[in-house]
């Protein structure tokens, strides 16, 4: 069990398939209507978000579903971030994570909730991973709602860029 899920969040499992280690986002053990008017509707949207960034190194590839309540995905193992990384961290750290977040927002995807810690990684390589999706939005790059609404949703992305940079980059 890498997190518990609340009464309204899906369990969050480290499995191991027939060769490597994977993570399962699962709503299966939620009551029938969380599961019914929650988890449906929140795997689907995440599974899609994985989708359109599976390009990006520092997204974790979408393996399957094992179910419309349960995805999988490739395990990134890393440490989340924190105040107590600064100066440990590679020092491209910060600048990759930006153009990784500019990546997304280009392919018309908008995280929402990268200021929380468990949603940032540093992996063992050393470099960012982004993960939970469940909260994204997804438009389609070009299109009317992408232009109208993207740049006023990207600025969240962008304050919480903000907020880590404050927190893990080294004072000069
Ligand atoms: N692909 C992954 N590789 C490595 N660890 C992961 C992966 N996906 C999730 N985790 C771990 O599981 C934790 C919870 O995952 P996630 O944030 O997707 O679920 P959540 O339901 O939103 O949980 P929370 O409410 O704590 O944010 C992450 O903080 C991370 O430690
Ligand atoms: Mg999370």
């Given at each position: 069990m890498l997190n518990r899920g609340g009464w309204g969040n899906p369990d969050v499992l480290l499995a191991r398939d027939a060769e490597r280690l994977v993570v399962v986002k699962d709503?299966?053990?939620?009551s029938g209507l969380v599961r019914w008017l929650l988890g449906r509707w929140i795997t689907g949207r995440e599974m899609r978000a994985y989708r359109v960034l599976?390009?990006?190194?520092?997204v974790p590839r979408?393996?399957?579903?094992?179910?419309?309540l349960a995805l999988v995905l490739e395990y990134r193992p890393g440490v989340l971030l924190s105040r107590s990384l600064r100066g440990s961290l590679l020092p491209g750290f910060m600048d990759e994570l930006r153009d990784a977040v500019g990546a997304m927002h280009a392919r018309g995807?908008?995280?929402?909730?990268?200021?929380?810690?468990?949603?940032?990684l540093a992996g063992e390589d050393g470099h960012p991973v982004l993960i939970d999706f469940a909260s994204a939005l997804c438009f389609r790059p070009g299109g009317l709602a992408a232009r109208l609404l993207l740049p006023w949703f990207a600025r969240i992305d962008r304050g919480a860029l903000h907020k880590w940079a404050q927190r893990i980059e080294p004072r000069s």
């Amino acid at each position: 069990m890498l997190n518990r899920g609340g009464w309204g969040n899906p369990d969050v499992l480290l499995a191991r398939d027939a060769e490597r280690l994977v993570v399962v986002k699962d709503f299966g053990p939620r009551s029938g209507l969380v599961r019914w008017l929650l988890g449906r509707w929140i795997t689907g949207r995440e599974m899609r978000a994985y989708r359109v960034l599976s390009e990006l190194a520092a997204v974790p590839r979408l393996l399957g579903r094992l179910d419309a309540l349960a995805l999988v995905l490739e395990y990134r193992p890393g440490v989340l971030l924190s105040r107590s990384l600064r100066g440990s961290l590679l020092p491209g750290f910060m600048d990759e994570l930006r153009d990784a977040v500019g990546a997304m927002h280009a392919r018309g995807v908008v995280h929402l909730d990268l200021r929380h810690r468990s949603n940032v990684l540093a992996g063992e390589d050393g470099h960012p991973v982004l993960i939970d999706f469940a909260s994204a939005l997804c438009f389609r790059p070009g299109g009317l709602a992408a232009r109208l609404l993207l740049p006023w949703f990207a600025r969240i992305d962008r304050g919480a860029l903000h907020k880590w940079a404050q927190r893990i980059e080294p004072r000069s």
